[in-house]
């Protein structure tokens, strides 16, 4: 049996915890399992390395931006095997491009194009247990390039993937993917299983227990995906194909996602081809628009836009928008917002979802400024200083704490 195992940040966030991961390995090892260990950079350290390049500049060459933070993660990668070896369990580090991960030459947040697994094969025909560097692999070039924040668990996914390994699992400081975050919502109860459509839009939505892209591959690869806590030996939550039962739950989580601010465009003309140029300008840039609301037009000719985005993508919507100079009257950022999000593919088979949700954000007083809807989740843009208050009271009304 092959498993793929990712220890996040505060899995391997320190010397002790290194040495306890590597007793964890060891047992599965033990259990007759073949293995391959991702690991993240210790917690903290990642952040440590955006910090030293800003230093210097808020604009970094991203070829060596990239090598610099990839640097965090084949420091716990080279530490893990160093502790099996020394614990006498045959052991390899490879970084991602030891590991034979092609990626495109997207610096920051490259894509996988593919995987080589010819090293890994070698080496797991050798019975060594494999510690992979998460978050990274190289371009076409050799150039060494990082997935994106939390990356890591992309590389679990994509690796489990390609080497058709039976499961992937993934080890965090909480035993399981939960009905909302239990740092918010200390009531929140584990589930043992969740569909990866749901746990995409909880992802996609700021849950970040797992990274949304590797939800998505797993989907794409059907790789069976385990969320589990390095603390405890709890069994943790299967992340599955959706079964016939789990629409009798009409929801299975709410999420809040404090990384928002919203623009608003005045006096926008409102002319064929205007909301093209606008939106296009943000996508060319990478930026990730969520809401978009746009008013009636008046019969000046003239219509208020507005939509989200994320608050590190705000300096550079701010500056693209500014290009519009002569089709926009003025611009207004808000920062003092936050999204609320409800998550359940029940909502499909179920109707008055979104109703309740509207009429306990009433009861609490709290304006809904903005919202949207998909087939299985509904999503509200309100005051930041209400997101925690409505996650506890949308938890409890759909009964999430029973
Ligand atoms: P790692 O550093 O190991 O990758 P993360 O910090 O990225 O771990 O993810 C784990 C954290 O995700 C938990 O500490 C928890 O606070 C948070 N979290 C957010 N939403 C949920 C949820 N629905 N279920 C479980 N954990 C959640
Ligand atoms: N160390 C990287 C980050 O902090 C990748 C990861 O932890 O998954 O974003
Ligand atoms: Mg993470």
Redesign the pocket.
Known sequence: MLVVQKY??TSVGGLDRIESVANRVIKAKDDNKDLVVVV??MSG??NKLVGYADSFTSNASKREYDMLLSS??QVTASLLAIALISKGYDSIAMSGKDAGILTDDNHTYARIESIDTTNMQKALDNNKIIVVA??QGANANGDITTLG?????LSAVAIAGALNADICEIYSDVDGIYTTDPRIEPHAKKLDSISYDEMLELSSLGAKVL?NRSVELAKKLGVKLYAKSSFSDDKGTLIQEESDNMEAVVVSGVVLDKNQARVTLRGVSDRPGIASEIFTSLADEGIVVDMIIQNVGTTDGLTNLGFTVPQNDFEKAKELMEHFDHDIHAIDFDFDVCKVSIVGVGMRSHSGVAATAFTQMAKDNINIEMISTSEIKISMIINDKYGELAIRELHKIYNLDK
């Open positions: 996040g940040g993240s950079a350290e990642t965090g993660e998460g978050f924040r939390g990356g890591s668990d990274q």
